[in-house]
């Protein structure tokens, strides 16, 4: 079955750099999304990409944070300059057309710890 | 305020017995979907009802859906301890992201 891939799946990073988070979603998909999860919190959007552009943002998703496709098969969110409270795991999915019929596909996930 | 919100928060069970998570939302929905989570694992899809379904079932998943109360139900019959996770209802309206509960620990004992 397709799966959506996430590198790396543990990353530590000092507070002030910037990190990188890949994902590699299914290759048919169309609609691609970044999801963070607190420690024990609820599962939250950060941004929706879709034709090469974001389609929507959450107000998390401030000009810390950007995506990027820059290839055929990579979507990557860049965090700039990193804070203690960025710690949490980054979850990639991707979707097609309006999920009518199949729901959403998530990676592993990447936990980013800030130190 | 938060689109969807579970209920109970936690729920522990013996093998065999039934489990039923309930989700509440606020605004008008065009699917509403299951999806389950193991201890600090990825999200994995279970099941997706569309706002015009009532009831839905995949294997041991029954799902139903009350658009006039906004609300949803998930019961998993003759549970497994492999069923242990928490399950997040998630709702999909007219804007591309879903919106997450508040999620359900499910505990089951062997």
């Known amino acids: 079955e397709p799966e959506v891939t996430q590198t790396p799946s543990h990353q530590v990073t000092q507070m002030g750099q910037e990190v990188i988070l890949r994902c590699v979603p299914i290759s048919n998909h169309l609609y691609f999304y970044w999801y963070r999860q607190i420690l024990g919190q609820k599962v939250e959007f950060l941004v929706s990409?879709?034709?090469?552009?974001?389609?929507?943002k959450s107000e998390i998703f401030d000009d810390q944070f950007s995506v990027e496709r820059p290839d055929g098969s990579n979507f990557t969110l860049k965090i700039r300059s990193t804070k203690l409270e960025d710690s949490a795991m980054y979850f990639c999915?991707?979707?097609?057309?309006?999920?009518?019929?199949?729901?959403?596909?998530f990676g592993s996930g990447t936990r980013l710890t800030v130190v | 305020s938060q689109q969807g919100e579970e209920d109970p928060q936690a729920l522990s069970i013996q093998e065999g017995e039934n489990a039923t998570m309930n989700c509440s939302y606020k605004t008008s929905i065009n699917n509403l979907q299951w999806y389950r989570q193991n201890s600090g694992r990825g999200l994995v899809h279970l099941i997706l009802i569309r706002s015009n379904e009532r009831e839905k079932h995949s294997g041991r998943l029954r799902v139903t859906l009350d658009t006039s109360k906004k609300s949803s139900s998930l019961l998993i019959t003759a549970s497994r301890a492999a069923d242990t996770a928490s399950y997040f209802c998630?709702?999909?309206?007219?804007?591309?992201?879903?919106?997450f509960g508040t999620g359900t620990r499910l505990q089951v004992f062997p």
């Open positions: 990409f879709y034709n090469n552009e974001i389609s929507e």
């Open positions: 998630a709702t999909e309206s007219n804007t591309d992201k879903l919106i």
């Open positions: 999915a991707s979707t097609r057309p309006r999920s009518l019929t199949y729901g959403y596909t």
